[in-house]
């Protein structure tokens, strides 16, 4: 079956807009995951869904940031008013439920390249 | 609050060379363990996992990983380094037993493989 995928793989926006990212998880893959990549570091946590809930939003780094999955499937990271300091590779995972075996393996998509100027 | 440090941002070897990128980390109690690879252009390709059992643990490619307790590391191989291998590395870790299982990675190896 098809992985995760993302849209727009890449979107170049002028500083003050609003940008969304779209995140579509593997197929039955309840839970999903937003990581920010800034250049020559690792991924970091940004937010976690399960199903619809969104159950750890520890990851966001300002109100400026938000996330929803109104149908428990795709998954849209909203950034209002970009600043040049969000320009970075945005990656969405999806995994197994929590509990279930090889729940902990998660699936990345190929991600989005935000570049604002 | 768990860490995860990947000593040598770069590491070159030639063609036929042993692999070695190195991974410790930072946890009250042993997390899970993982190994990623970033391809240019490409999404995170999950290598190899340690969860529970035998603590050398085979990946695809041809890596393994051993996870030792004492030194609080899941140091990553492979005895022959092949052209195909060059591309980032990430160590990651996750709660043992979270409710999210969320990653805390590594700040990555480049590995470069010289003919």
């Known amino acids: 079956g098809a992985g995760v995928s993302q849209s727009p793989r890449y979107k170049v926006t002028k500083r003050g807009q609003d940008v969304a990212l779209r995140c579509d998880p593997i197929s039955g893959h309840v839970s999903l995951y937003w990581y920010r990549q800034a250049l020559g570091q690792g991924p970091e946590f940004l937010t976690y869904f399960n199903y619809e809930a969104q159950q750890d939003k520890s990851g966001l780094p300002n109100d400026r940031f938000s996330a929803e999955r109104p149908e428990g499937s795709i998954s849209t990271l909203t950034i209002q008013r970009t600043e040049q300091r969000d320009s970075a590779m945005y990656r969405c995972?999806?995994?197994?439920?929590?509990?279930?075996?090889?729940?902990?393996?998660?699936?990345f998509g190929p991600g989005t390249r935000l570049t604002v100027t | 609050a768990q860490s995860v440090t990947q000593l040598g941002s770069h590491v070159s070897v030639s063609e036929g060379a042993l692999v070695l990128l190195r991974c410790n980390y930072s946890?009250?109690?042993?997390?899970?363990l993982f190994w990623y690879v970033q391809y240019p252009n490409q999404g995170l390709q999950l290598l190899l996992k340690?969860?529970?059992?035998?603590?050398l643990v085979k990946g695809i490619n041809g890596f393994e990983a051993e996870f030792k307790k004492s030194e609080t590391s899941f140091h990553l191989t492979k005895p022959s380094a092949h052209m195909s291998d060059a591309a980032e590395y990430f160590c990651a870790v996750s709660e043992r037993g979270g409710a999210t299982n969320k990653l805390i990675f590594g700040t990555g190896t480049l590995l470069a493989v010289q003919p």
């Open positions: 340690y969860t529970t059992g035998a603590t």
């Open positions: 946890s009250s109690v042993p997390p899970y």
């Open positions: 995972a999806s995994s197994l439920e929590p509990g279930l075996a090889k729940s902990y393996e998660q699936y």
